[in-house]
């Protein structure tokens, strides 16, 4: 699927175009987001979303021309996989207190700890690594790193069974002595922690796109659903109940969907996004829940088979 | 050493445009749902896309530029405003220019084969293509006449029902795809074919050719501009949903299979 979507330059639609990227500014690659969310499989439309927001941000942003040719342009074209290492066993939402340690010894750094969590993690050929790089302010002592995963000391350990997204590999990797060259350095040794948390603005927007369009689907879905569906002689959709329900859902969705239209504009302007994107990440993850949770109850014994997708989308 | 001129033998088929039509459709894989007042279904809200017999038409038209077969690839569709999408997939997918034959809203329904032949010629006269490529059939309302009636019109030859088509000595040779199995026919240019399902296999329409295609000009026009009449003339009375399927029967053996289907008047 990478390869196809690479040959067909939908990996690299916000990338630059020396490196085989369209050019494209972010919101194509939010609407890319939003239409990946139709695929019936929410693992592969997040594999898609790793190589394409998620690794490859601060990479193509303050990478220098060597490492983006070596590993950008090869990502774009849908030849090499990507993943992200940030969050660990200790520390997930905590990034600050990850424990992974990266020491410069002469023109290499030699890495240690593991990573949790990540996605595309067993069949990804390179890392987007975040590490303490030197002693310090935990904001200030961390850089970025991309780590080739067949490098020696890279074990991925397991493969993770979860609740959902099941097409997707989330791993759990150990770096053991780990010697990369000191030009996979992206940008600035220290300014790790800022370059990720710009990085998941990226990825807010992405997942914010694609979690509004699941629950477009869900609610047109439920919608139909409703109103076909009869029960004592009616339609499930003609109770006030059901009607009113969907009705303050589809209110909410709109909301959400205007905030994230706000956050693109407002990047597309310059302006500092953190705070709306955090806000849209926070609001659309939230609804999404609700959204399924309500919408799943209404399709009543059918909502709990795997005959409809209501229950997937739950 | 001597250098021998080779004298590179053209294609035969010296052709100058392809005209290609598409349509605007209710996407295959939508549950259609007919209207309250019975007249047709629903399409509002519902998604659309092109017909994807016409995907497979101008498909073949890329190949045949690709070839070198033909210089220029024209592309028209008659329908509402969103047609203009439709016509902007084609381009995406390789076709140069487009010609919308737009007709007001909600009136698409009523735009028959007939219609549409008759705006098609109207535009073969403009555009003077050696070869048209149509879908065989839309798959809204399945008439399959479209490219057999504009071939009468034109009194051309036609291809119809295209499984492969080729070129040879300034005729196509087409294997159609008909009832007792596979024929052969040959015809001369200009012909109209129309392409069906296994004639080829559609690209996707990459996104740099998308973000081209937003460049490429699409003419528009009206029926009234070609001095077409696009009124119906076959009249709908009612849409109903076919008959829901009833319950299947078991039977233990032939015999009682044979008795069973007498009895209920099916042989």
């Known amino acids: 699927i990478f390869k196809l979507l690479g040959d067909a330059g939908y990996l690299g639609i916000s990338k630059p175009v020396e490196y085989g990227g369209m050019g494209l500014d972010i919101s194509f690659e939010a609407v890319a987001a ?28 303050y990478g220098s021309e060597d ?32 424990r992974t340690s990266a020491r410069r010894d002469g023109d290499e750094w030699v890495i240690n700890g593991g990573k949790m969590w990540t996605t595309n993690g067993a069949q990804a050929d390179w890392m987007c690594l975040l590490a303490n790089s030197s002693e310090g302010p935990v904001h ?19 493969v993770i069974e979860k609740m959902g997204m099941h097409a997707s590999d989330t791993t759990e990797t150990t770096f053991e002595d780990v010697r990369i060259p000191a030009n996979h350095l992206i940008g600035e040794e220290g300014k790790g922690f800022l370059y990720q948390m710009q990085q998941f603005q990226n ?68 302006e500092d996004i ?20 309500e919408c799943l109850q209404f399709w009543g014994g059918m909502g709990y088979t795997d005959d409809d997708p209501i229950s997937r989308m739950f | 050493k001597q250098w021998y001129q080779r004298s590179v033998r053209k294609a035969v088929v010296s052709t100058q445009s392809t005209g290609v039509g598409c349509k605007r459709v209710i996407d295959y894989a939508v549950k ?28 073949e038209a890329v190949r045949m530029k690709q070839k070198k077969l033909v210089k220029e690839i ?26 919308h034959v737009e007709v007001p809203k909600g009136t698409e329904e009523s735009l028959q084969p007939l219609a549409v032949a008759k705006i098609f010629a109207k535009l073969v006269e403009k555009e003077k293509p050696d070869v048209v490529i149509l879908g065989k059939q839309a798959i809204d309302d399945d008439s399959n006449q479209t490219t057999q009636l504009l071939a009468g019109i034109l009194n051309w030859p036609q291809g119809t029902m295209a499984s492969v088509v080729e070129h040879s ?98 042989i």
Do not use: W
């Not at chain 1, 190589?51 to 942003?61: G, S, V, Y």
């Open chain 1, 34 to 61: 939003e239409a990946y969310s139709y695929i019936a499989s929410g693992g592969v439309a997040m594999g898609i979303g790793i190589q394409c927001d998620i690794a490859t941000p601060a990479l193509t942003k």
């Open chain 1, 203 to 270: 990825e807010r927007i992405s997942i914010g796109a694609g979690v509004i369009a699941a629950m477009d689907q869900c609610l047109e879905l439920t919608i139909e659903y409703t109103s076909q569906r009869q029960a004592f002689g009616r339609s499930i959709l003609d109770n006030q109940y059901v009607h009113y329900k969907l009705a303050e859902l589809q209110t909410e969705l709109e909301c959400t969907r205007a905030l994230y239209h706000k956050c693109i504009d407002d990047y597309l302007a310059g």
């Open chain 2, 74 to 99: 024209v592309v028209a569709s008659c329908g509402p405003t969103q047609s203009q999408e439709t016509i902007r997939t084609a381009l995406a997918m390789g076709a140069d220019r487009g010609i």
């Open chain 1, 274 to 293: 953190t705070p709306i994107a955090t806000m849209l990440k926070l609001k659309s993850s939230r609804l999404v829940r609700q959204v399924t949770d």
């Open chain 2, 32 to 59: 259609i749902r007919v209207r309250p007042d019975a007249l047709g279904v629903v399409t509002d809200g519902v998604k659309h896309s092109m017909n994807p017999f016409d995907e497979n038409a101008i498909e």
């Open chain 2, 169 to 266: 000595d300034g005729k196509l040779k087409i294997t159609r795809e008909v009832d007792g199995g596979l024929e052969d026919i040959s015809v001369n240019l200009p012909a109209v074919i129309s392409a069906d399902l296994r004639l080829n296999e559609p690209r996707y329409a990459t996104l740099p050719n998308i973000m081209k295609a937003k460049k490429k000009k699409i003419e528009k026009m009206s029926p009234e501009d070609l001095g077409v009449d696009v009124s119906p003339r076959i009249k709908v009375l009612k849409v109903v949903d076919p008959p829901v399927r009833e319950a299947g029967d078991k039977v233990p053996d032939v015999a009682t299979l044979m008795s069973k289907l007498k009895e209920k008047g099916h």
């Open chain 1, 67 to 98: 490492l983006k040719e070596m590993y950008l342009r090869p990502t774009i074209s849908g030849d090499v996989v990507a993943c992200l290492g940030v969050s660990e066993v200790g520390g997930g939402s905590d990034v600050a207190a990850l």
């Open chain 1, 140 to 158: 200030r002592n961390k850089s970025l790193f991309i780590v080739p995963m067949t490098t020696p000391g890279v074990t991925v350990h397991r």
